[in-house]
């Protein structure tokens, strides 16, 4: 099994920071890719970011320039800071991973969900 533990979220004013976390324990060979999305009411749910295992980086355009994606591999963490919050980025955030996984003699690939984290950003 697989766990993701999401920290972070909360309320803060427009022009404010946040930054969330995500951890990942459980039967985990390797990590191949980390990352963000979220999702508002009435949409749909977007990627964020996301970080892959050789490091790089993908964004949603709304989110460049404002938010870095960083993961401590020895920790099976990533973290996403938010600078320069606005209200359109209130939504409910989901951290998501995929991982080789399993029996140790047949691992496979496996996605997972966070429980998602709440971030209200008011004008």
């Known amino acids: 099994q697989v766990q993701l533990v999401e920290s972070g979220g909360g309320l803060v004013q427009a022009g404010g920071s946040l930054r969330l976390s995500c951890a990942a324990s459980?039967?985990?060979?390797?990590?191949?890719?980390m990352g963000w999305y979220r999702q508002a009411p009435g949409k749909e749910r977007e990627l964020v970011a996301k970080i892959i295992s050789g490091g790089q980086t993908n964004y949603t355009d709304s989110v460049k320039g404002r938010f870095t994606i960083s993961r401590d591999n020895a920790k099976n963490t990533v973290y996403l800071q938010m600078n320069s919050l606005k209200p359109e980025d209130t939504a409910v955030y989901y951290c998501n991973a995929n991982v080789l996984t399993g029996a140790i003699y047949s691992p496979s690939n496996q996605n997972h969900w966070g429980q998602g984290t709440q971030v209200t950003v008011s004008s």
């Open positions: 459980g039967r985990i060979f390797s990590i191949n890719a």
